[in-house]
């Protein structure tokens, strides 16, 4: 599944090809931390690192960036296989780990310490902090910086063995405390922490900090682009400064693009996890998130998320891209691909009075309009069906295109009904529609010429089958959540309505999960993952026919 875009990055790496700077395989890495699921806009990166492998013939590997045991967990580890897995995308060889690497990375520092590049520091975080000035002003040397390599040393394995509390002391790279580049000024390249981990368990009790990390790891990984979001362009100089500085096997450089903003959208671990904690919306994978396992169960196709973020292109000048482009790519995949059918969601009974009782009557509509592949439908038509009651009125003027009393309209792939009259319930609702229906009418038009004012959904009330079907729609409504005061003021209270009382065409009760269809006049559905069996269906909407949205 190539990802066909082109872009910068893969533009410049086909020069440095051309041009003789770089020879051998092109090699790559996706490098999630595993303390959340994966979202739409780490879908970017997958594409765009996969994508260029794939271009390129080379290698892209899958490294577990875990080197903070707080918030990590397998449950996110096994997620973020499967959502990569699930996009079509192969990772090269063994999935990795930076907690593979610890042991290499101790030596590291072992040796940054002999050579005087790193000291233990024993000022608190927050004194740490203040020592490290600001963009106008210098940093402040540590009192400890100039600390004897044999005594850093030996502290830094007493550290290891679990001899000091957290925070009381750290290892911190000896580079420039002047440097206009705040992450040059003696970065902390590892910390105390006195947690289990979920790959190392007990073994250590310090941790390597994500700078002193993931370029030694690209290094012993064979990596020649380490891609990057423009967060850590300024952490670059350090990158390089480590590699420099240590007996790495190979020399890494690291690029960077913007990360994928969407508009309407949370792309934040943090705050999806605030979602997921406060029950705001039902786990990771509810049909709102913008988790890639949250838009799989809303219905999208791998493809078109790839789709999609060719289209969104890769860049470093960023910016926020339009949550209608993604509903798009699903929109225009499920259009060409998925089957049609009927669904009534909102039911109201019409009685056919012309139609004798007990008479089943099979009529056929194409599976698609456009693809012969795609096999025909079956649809009993019987003396009661079922139609959205918004398809009814007793009075309507001309523009209402659909059955009124004493009109005719057409019940899709099948014939001509007119209504004469309305049967109600004592508070004056409607609860049956009686009609005729002109059995001269099918794919024809009325003999007495006149046409019928629209064609509307139907099921039949015997031989259609009940099911749950879920209109999901945008998780907030306004365009950029995260500026809200709090996150939760700016949800769609509308993102999400239950129907259980629908009525589908027999053939869509015993799809397979993860089955899509376009409802006809209705909008896209799935087939949810989970919560739909066979006799027991559970259509989620995906999409509607149309932007619902713009402005
Ligand atoms: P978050 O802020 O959601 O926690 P993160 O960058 O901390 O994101 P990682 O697990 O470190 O999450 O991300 C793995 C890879 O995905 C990184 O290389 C990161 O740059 C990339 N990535 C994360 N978010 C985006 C985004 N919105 N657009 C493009 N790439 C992204
Ligand atoms: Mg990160
Ligand atoms: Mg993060």
Redesign the pocket.
Known sequence: PTTGGSNFLRNLIAEQIASGEHTGAVVTR????P??YL?I??A??ICLNFGLAEYFQGACRLRF?DTNPDAEDQEYIDSIQADIQWLGFEWDGEVRYTSQYFATLYDYALHLIAAGLAYVDELSPDEIRDYRGTLTEPGKNSPYRDRDPAESRAMFEAMARGEYAEGTACLRARIDMAAGNINLRDPVIYRIRNKAHHQTGDAWCVYPSYDFAHGQSDAIEGVTHSI??LEFEDHRPLYNWLLEHLPVPARPVQYEFA???LNYTI????KLRRLVEEQIVDGWDDPRMPTISGIRRRGYTPASIRAFCDRVGVSRSGGTVDAAMLEHAIRDDLNKNAARAMCVIDPLKVVITNWEAGHVETLTAPGHPDRDDMPERHLPLTREVYIEKADFREEANKKYKRLVLGKKVRLRNAYVIEAHDVVKNEAGEIVEVHCTYDPDTLGDNPADGVKPKGVIHWVSASHGKQALVRVYDRLFAVENPGREDDLLDGLNPFSLEIHPGCWIEPGLADVAAETRVQFERTGYFVADRYDHAAGAPVFNRVVALRDTWAK
């Open positions: 996706f490098p999630p931390e303390n959340g979202h806009g780490h970017a990166s960036d990057c979001t990360r994928v903003n792309t934040s671990k943090r």
